[in-house]
C-alpha cells in the first residue's frame, strides 16, 4: 500500500469486506488489490465501473473473470516474482520430507519409538524430476534442484523452446513416462482443473512422489488416495486442496483418510507465504503500478 501511496495513488485498506460491501463502493475507484480470496466476479466487474485496473498480490489469477475484465479494457498485474523463491524452497522441502520420511520418523521418535528399517529414505541423486508448468514458480523450482543432482525434465503446453541449464523440455508423454518425482505449477483453468485423476496417474510408468504447490482442485484428492493404495503415489506433499479452511475441509468424504496417512504431507497454502514474499510481492506490485501509471 505504501508503494501505491507514494506513487500518487490513495488507497484504501480494506482486509476483511464482503462481496456485498465491495459491490457498494467499486463504483468510486479506479483500481482494485486483491488476494486469492477474493473472487472478481463479472457481478463485480459490472459494478466497478470505473475500473482501470486489478493488481493481484501474488501469481494465481483464477479468483478473477480475467476474460470479462479484459473485454472490458481493465489491465490485469500480478506479481509471481515476489513468491516464486518461497514457492521453489517449499517445494524442495516437502520432497525432502516425504522421500526422508522426516514427519513420520519425528513422531515415532517423539513417542518412544527407534525405527530404523521402517524409516529407511530415498536419495535425490540419479532421479527424475517432472515439472509441469514452466514459469516462475516451476523454473524457480528446478533452479533449487540443481545442487542435488536430479534429472530435471518440464512440459508447459504454452511455452516452448524454454529448455535451460536447469531443465530440459519434454513432452507430457516423456513426463509421464520418465518421471520418479511430479511436481505441479501450474494455473488453474478450465483445461486443468482435475488434471491428476485416476486415469492419468494409471499412466505414469515408475511409482512417483507427487508435489502440488499450485492450485487444489487440480489434483483430485481421492485419486491420490487412490494412487497410495495401488502403488502408483509413493507419497504425496500438499500445499493446496481441492477444497481449504476448516470447517468444510473436514466435512470432505475424502479428509479423515487424507489426515491419517503418512506418506501425505499436508501444509495450509502457505508456500508463497513467507515473510520475505509478503515484501517482495509488494515491491513488484509497486513496479507494475508504474509501469502502469507511466503508459
Known sequence: MEGAE???FTCNYQPTITTAEALSILPEYAGLAIRSKFNVTKEILDQATNLKFIARAGAGMDNIDEAYALQKGIRLINAPEGNMDAVGEHAIGLLLALINNFIRADRE???GQW???ANRGYELKGKTVGIIGYGFMGSSFAKKLSGFGVNVIAY????TGFSDQYAREVSMEEIVKQSDILSLHIPLTKETRALVNDEYLFHFRKPIFLLNTARGPIVQTRAVLNGLKSGKI???GLDVLEVEKFPALGEQDW??????SDRVILTPHVAGWTFESYRK?????AAKLQNLKLS
Open 234 to 236: 509413493l507419497g504425496a
Open 281 to 285: 510481492i509488494s515491491e513488484v506490485l
Open 255 to 260: 479428509y479423515p483418510e487424507l489426515a491419517a
Open 156 to 159: 508447459d503446453k504454452y511455452k
Open 109 to 111: 521418535v517423539r513417542n
Open 115 to 117: 525405527r530404523r528399517e
Open 6 to 8: 507514494a506513487l500518487g
